[in-house]
């Protein structure tokens, strides 16, 4: 896959803004995931929407519930190997400026 220089600059941004919401890579399936359950509502919330600002996100259809939830959120492990795209503290995820 080749990308242009204002790709890649996108690509790192994003990479280093996943990391700080606490995603990890997995080698395996190349891409980023969330385990840690409890982070999610509070990313789903406050930081998702901020990154909706510069990144193209995809959402299924769990995490539009989350986006409308107003109270707190239950959620459980499911056995799977989907991935969840959503995780993070506060507003410090969010990306500051664009890249």
């Known amino acids: 896959m080749h990308v242009n220089s204002g790709e890649r600059g996108k690509l ?3 990479t280093t803004y996943a990391r700080k919401a606490h995603f990890h890579y997995q080698q395996e399936s190349h891409v980023y995931v969330l385990d840690l359950l409890k982070e999610i509502p509070e990313f789903v919330r406050t930081v998702l929407p901020v990154w909706k600002r510069y990144f193209a996100v995809e959402l299924d259809d769990n995490v539009r519930h989350l986006e409308k939830a107003s109270g707190p959120s239950r959620l459980r492990r499911k056995p799977t190997n ?18």
């Open 12 to 14: 790192i941004c994003l």
């Open 82 to 99: 989907a991935t969840v795209p959503a995780s993070g503290s506060s507003g410090s995820s969010a990306p500051a400026n664009v890249c």
